[in-house]
T-cell receptor
Framework: GDSVTQMEGPVTLSEEAFLTINCTYTATGYPSLFWYVQYPGEGLQLLLKATKADDKGSNKGFEATYRKETTSFHLEKGSVQVSDSAVYFCALKTGTASKLTFGTGTRLQVTL | EPEVTQTPSHQVTQMGQEVILRCVPISNHLYFYWYRQILGQKVEFLVSFYNNEISEKSEIFDDQFSVERPDGSNFTLKIRSTKLEDSAMYFC????????????FGEGSRLTVL
């Protein structure tokens, strides 16, 4: 079945550091890939998405590129801020199915 | 900005009791979902709902669970007889349309079963 594997957290970085959160997937067919973010006390929000191979999703300085050859969708940001502290979830869905399959989430803590 | 709202934010219940979690999806959305996350584990799909019926459900969604859209705005998840292992954060989501549409999630309802 479909699955998503994320790097273990928590990830602790200093402000302005470079961020990478790894995500790999296993899926039948050609999935769409997503990153969701959950800020403290809030719900899951879509951060970015990519629907086909080599697409790059980007939002709020975050980027992720759909790599079919490595089945990966790593999240990156060049310079993190304290306000980026949150839990980040990688997710996929396949075909016309509406169900999202999530990874375990990676907690990011950014300090001054 | 429209949002999905969930109540209660936290509920504590005794094992064997019935629990109803409530969600108000975004008003023009037609597809509704429940997910849950047991502490430290993955966010898991429970059920999707469209046109007043379940469109897909996971193995987790057994006879103890039911969903309902009792009126034009609410979408509820009922757990008939709670078990300790039902303790989790339950997320409601809605979308329109589902195949390419973004799922909008609520803030979650934390259920603690004692």
């Amino acid at each position: 079945g479909d699955s998503v594997t994320q790097m273990e957290g928590p990830v602790t970085l200093s402000e302005e550091a470079f961020l990478t959160i790894n995500c790999t997937y296993t899926a039948t067919g050609y999935p769409s890939l997503f990153w969701y973010v959950q800020y403290p006390g809030e719900g899951l929000q879509l951060l970015l998405k990519a629907t086909k191979a080599d697409d790059k999703g980007s939002n709020k300085g975050f980027e992720a590129t759909y790599r079919k050859e490595t089945t990966s969708f790593h999240l990156e940001k060049g310079s993190v801020q304290v306000s980026d502290s949150a839990v980040y979830f990688c997710a996929l869905k396949t075909g016309t199915a509406s169900k999202l399959t999530f990874g375990t989430g990676t907690r990011l803590q950014v300090t001054l | 900005e429209p949002e999905v709202t969930q109540t209660p934010s936290h509920q504590v219940t005794q094992m064997g009791q019935e629990v109803i979690l409530r969600c108000v999806p975004i008003s023009n959305h037609l597809y509704f979902y429940w997910y849950r996350q047991i502490l430290g584990q993955k966010v898991e799909f429970l059920v999707s709902f469209y046109n007043n019926e379940i469109s897909e459900k996971s193995e987790i969604f057994d006879d103890q669970f039911s969903v309902e859209r009792p009126d034009g705005s609410n979408f509820t998840l009922k757990i008939r007889s709670t078990k300790l292992e039902d303790s989790a954060m339950y997320f409601c989501a809605s979308s329109d349309p589902p195949s390419g549409g973004e799922l909008f999630f609520g803030e979650g309802s934390r259920l603690t079963v004692l």
